[in-house]
């Protein structure tokens, strides 16, 4: 239902952008919808990384990336985008797309984001 794109090696210090797009959602159904983005690097647990409510009202970001990472969403374009910016090696894992409105949530296929120092 959710399909994640953008990931990549990139060197420290340097910008990603990843894309999530829901496309089987019609727009009435995607702005009901908190979009987030996890993160599973290996050997440790899923993580969340940044979270945007329905309609963009809010935004909340883990502190390891507070100042450095930026979610948006196009609810038109039923997409939201997850902007990294200064990136670093720990960052370094297979990042998800999340939709969740109550106990309803789904998941995209991950994309692997990798930082080299």
């Known amino acids: 239902q959710l399909q994640a794109s953008g990931g990549g090696l990139v060197q420290a210090g340097g910008p990603l952008r990843l894309s999530c797009a829901a496309p089987?959602?019609?727009?009435?159904?995607?702005?009901?919808?908190?979009m987030a983005w996890y993160r599973q690097a290996p050997g440790k647990q899923r993580e969340l990384v940044a979270v945007?409510?329905?309609?963009?009202?809010?935004?909340n970001y883990a502190d390891s990336v507070k100042g450095r990472f930026t979610i948006s969403r196009n609810n038109s374009r039923k997409t939201v985008s997850l902007q990294m910016n200064n990136l670093r090696p720990d960052d370094t894992a297979v990042y998800y797309c999340n939709a969740r409105v109550g106990v309803i949530e789904s998941w995209g296929q991950g994309t692997q984001v990798t930082v080299s120092s």
């Open positions: 089987r959602l019609i727009f009435s159904e995607f702005i009901k919808y908190d």
């Open positions: 945007i409510t329905t309609r963009g009202g809010s935004t």
